[in-house]
């Protein structure tokens, strides 16, 4: 299997020939580039959760607003659960990231590959990255949506808790809301993920010919900034086109969990994806639609950017060391 991350790309490349990785590698690549990202994003993640949580608009000007700006948020969160509230969910997160790193990494190489090896379109293609992307994200998603349905709820309660353990989280949740509950949001969740996944992986390549248009003389002696503001710039893009549809999945993941949401200020229940929808238009107006959208964007530009540059410095130098090897 011949993929591209020597030629400082993701996905297959034909004109990579020589320039081999195995399918675990990869699988290895995505998940380790996820695990160290989900570290250094998961104090905006927290954030972000709770601004898209928040029935009240996000403004000074509102009494009844507990969070109205990342800084001020942050502050509170610090004062009022301490430093490791940040990391609330982590375990499940990096479940979450592991996994879905892995599946979404090789199923991408696969599709592309498959692609190139049965049709005739190039495998490099925007809408081809944009189709297979979207498909990858799909298959990791059905993969990990019970691990980010958990992460949800310990990121969303407040104190004192409600799940102490990761293990008290699923036992409570399966006993008092049913094995479904693990697939709450799941349908916000595929709309928004195929296009989502599909912009970043189309994005990131198309932004880094893009970049290579523009500066053909920096050459590869600053191959991984590129990756890195490459990836960044599709992270942005992509959030932004699909933010509404996140926001709606996270509402709905929390329900039946309104018990710990209390302290926080209003809740809500949701019948379903409509519903929900309907319900914020109505009472938040179409700003409610882009809750958190700050540092949503701030963390979409940090987290894609460093697991496109992660993957690629991890998938180079499995490269090297075969190379080494050889």
Known sequence: MLYGPEAGMVGYDPKADGRSISSFEVAVAGSVSGLVTRVMVSPLDVIKIRFQLQIERLSRSDPSAKYYGILQAGRQILQEEGLTAFWKGHVPAQLLSIGYGAVQFLSFELLTELVHRATEYDARDFSVHFV????????????????????????????????????????????????????????????????????????????????????????????????????????????????????????????????????????????????????????????????GLSPSLLKAALSTGFVFFWYELFCNLFHHMKKADS
């Open 132 to 291: 297979c992307g979207g498909l990858s994200a799909s298959a990791a998603t059905l993969a990990v949506q019970p691990v980010d349905v958990l992460r949800t709820r310990f990121a969303a309660q407040g104190e004192p808790k409600v799940y102490k353990t990761l293990r008290d989280a699923v036992v409570t949740m399966y006993r008092t809301e049913g094995p479904l509950v693990f697939y709450k949001g799941l349908n916000p969740t595929l709309i928004a993920i195929f296009p989502y996944a599909g912009f970043q992986f189309s994005f990131y390549s198309a932004l880094k010919h893009v970049h290579e248009w523009v500066l053909p003389a920096q050459g590869r002696k600053n191959e991984n900034l590129k990756n890195l503001l490459c990836g960044s710039g599709a992270g942005v893009i992509s959030k932004t086109l699909t933010y509404p549809l996140d926001l709606f999945k996270k509402r709905l993941q929390v329900g039946g969990f309104e018990q710990a949401r209390a302290t926080f200020g209003q809740v809500r229940s949701y019948r379903g994806l409509l519903h929900c929808a309907q319900q914020v238009l109505r009472e938040e107006g179409p700003t409610g639609f882009f809750k």
